[in-house]
């Protein structure tokens, strides 16, 4: 890791311990330094490096819902809203149990974009009726039910040379 006047630059090796970690983030320092044929102190030292500098914001694990007995829908909410409320409600909606992800998006008109779930179709509704719907500013509110998902991932270091493959 590298300073350039106080703008961090991950190097290689950071990179290559980020993949790692992204694998598996129960990996040992020790594991982690064996693969990468460098001492468990220096991962120790680039880990704590690049905590501290914010690339790695958090370590969790991903919980199949499912598979635990947990019914839940998803749903893809796209609220059209007063372009002086956007920026308030994006935030109220980050303050919601039910709300995993949200996004602000500008295609004809500036949107947000809102991952939910809940336990039924009527919870769902009772959370857009009582919660969402109310909020000063949202005109509009569309939402897409999700009956199967066919991918979900993170970004993956490294993986940035793919995207790079598409401006060609």
């Known amino acids: 890791m590298k300073s350039k006047s ?6 290689d090796l950071d990179r290559q311990i980020l993949r790692l970690l992204q694998e598996n983030a129960k990996q040992t320092y020790s594991e982690i330094g064996g693969k990468l044929n460098v001492a468990h102190s220096t991962v120790y030292d680039r880990i704590q490096k690049m905590e501290h500098a914010g690339f790695i914001t958090k ?3 991903m919980v199949d819902a499912e598979k635990m007995g947990i019914p839940l829908i998803t749903a893809q909410m796209t609220i059209i809203a007063d372009p002086k409320e956007t920026e308030n409600i994006a935030m109220k909606m980050t303050r919601f149990d039910q709300v995993l992800e949200v996004a602000t998006s500008f295609s004809e008109e500036l949107v947000i974009i809102a991952k939910v779930v809940a336990k039924d179709q009527a919870e769902l509704h009772s959370f857009i009726a009582r919660s969402v719907a ?3 500013g949202v005109l509009r509110i569309r939402t897409a039910i999700v009956t199967r998902k066919y991918k979900e991932e993170r970004f993956g270091v490294g993986e940035e ?3 790079s493959k598409l401006k060609e």
Not at 6 to 11: G, I, M, S
Request: charged residues 25%; aromatic residues 14%; glycine residues 0%.
């Open 6 to 11: 106080q703008q961090v630059v991950l190097d």
């Open 59 to 61: 370590y969790e694990a």
């Open 134 to 136: 109310p909020l000063p």
């Open 161 to 163: 040379k793919k995207f």
